[in-house]
């Protein structure tokens, strides 16, 4: 009777850069924070507290944070570039959503 070798699945090689994972968190945070705010402000009609807009803000100075992270992966020639291309990609949306509530 032969034994049979298990089939191990192995998905990626790369690894993933420090830098890519803080830059994914503050992205994810940021965009949490922002669909957050945006929601309770339907949900109240405009007529929010001010503790929204200091969450907002703080969201912001995470997406800026998150994109100087990106950056710095980008630079590191290590790691995949998918997550580098996620990481900037959520960073920039934050940011863009933060401009835009500002803006209205």
């Known amino acids: ?40 402000s339907v949900v109240k009609l405009g007529d929010i507290p001010d503790y929204l807009g200091y969450i907002v803000l703080a ?19 290590e790691g995949g570039v998918l997550s580098k291309r996620m990481a900037l990609f959520l960073s920039l949306l934050d940011l863009a959503l933060v401009v835009l509530l500002y803006f209205i």
């Open 59 to 77: 969201c912001g100075i995470m997406a800026v944070t998150g994109i100087l992270f990106a950056i710095f992966a980008y630079i590191n020639t």
């Open 1 to 40: 009777m032969a034994f049979r070798r298990k089939k191990v699945y192995k998905f990626s090689d790369e690894v993933m850069v420090k830098d890519a994972i803080i830059s994914l968190l503050f992205g994810i945070l940021s965009l949490i924070g922002v669909l957050t705010g945006i929601i309770i």
